[in-house]
T-cell receptor, first 116, second 109 residues
Framework: GAVVSQHPSRVICKSGTSVKIECRSL??????MFWYRQFPKKSLMLMAT?????????EQGVEKDKFLINHASLTLSTLTVTSAHPEDSSFYIC????????????FGPGTRLLVL | GQSLEQPSEVTAVEGAIVQINCTYQ??????LSWYQQHDGGAPTFLSY????GLEETGRFSSFLSRSDSYGYLLLQELQMKDSASYFC??????????FGKGTRLHILP
């Protein structure tokens, strides 16, 4: 149980375009979903916390107008990278929590974004 | 502020035991988690400690001492497939989970 899917797994886009990444909890309802960014051989950096039906809470330094997060249902959250630039190239990972304390998170397989 | 410290790399021999330590500093500490991440993959949850003591799950055990702000992940009977990065993560009352920088475990045959 507790499977999280992410789509697409890999995307290459041109600079200036927007990219949407979907995160779905397949067999449970996730009250909270998280979006992370990870650079090669680095730790996961929390970008934002997303609760269904409310605005996402962004971490300091993360541009909310550039990284649009929508949590439309208890099983779906989307991250849209708007006007992508090469520096946005990274590994984006979502996770979903099943409990109130978020002590365990189940991660999606990640989306590798390359902006040319 | 919040911070986690764990070794950047650890090397061990196949079949042996290895311990990865994690010290943390955070306000409103709730619990310590451990995640495993293979190259190119997403993290997978290994264990969680909300209370002091040892939690055992198969070959993996995790320990927490809240008074010392310290925990560790113990891997026994190491296998080559255990070569990966291991992250400790703390949850706090702000409902966030902050990850350490990760420990890269190298296993020698």
């Amino acid at each position: 149980g507790a499977v999280v899917s992410q789509h697409p797994s890999r995307v290459i886009c041109k600079s200036g375009t927007s990219v949407k990444i979907e995160c779905r909890s397949l067999d449970f309802q996730a009250t909270t979903m998280f979006w992370y960014r990870q650079f090669p051989k680095k730790s996961l950096m929390l970008m934002a916390t997303s609760n269904e039906g409310s605005k996402a809470t962004y971490e300091q330094g993360v541009e909310k107008d550039k990284f649009l997060i929508n949590h439309a249902s208890l099983t779906l959250s989307t991250l849209t990278v708007t006007s992508a630039h090469p520096e946005d190239s990274s590994f984006y990972i979502c996770s979903a929590s099943t409990g109130a304390l978020q002590e365990t998170q189940y991660f999606g397989p990640g989306t590798r974004l390359l902006v040319l | 502020g919040q911070s986690l410290e764990q070794p950047s790399e650890v090397t061990a021999v196949e079949g042996a035991i290895v311990q990865i330590n994690c010290t943390y500093q955070t306000s409103g500490f709730y619990g310590l988690s451990w995640y495993q991440q293979h190259d190119g993959g997403a993290p997978t949850f290994l264990s969680y400690n909300g209370l002091d003591g040892l939690e055992e799950t198969g070959r993996f055990s995790s320990f927490l001492s809240r008074s010392d702000s310290y925990g560790y992940l113990l891997l026994q009977e190491l296998q080559m497939k255990d070569s990966a990065s291991y992250f400790c993560a703390v949850g706090n009352r702000d409902d966030k989970i902050i990850f350490g920088k990760g420990t890269r475990l190298h296993i020698l045959p």
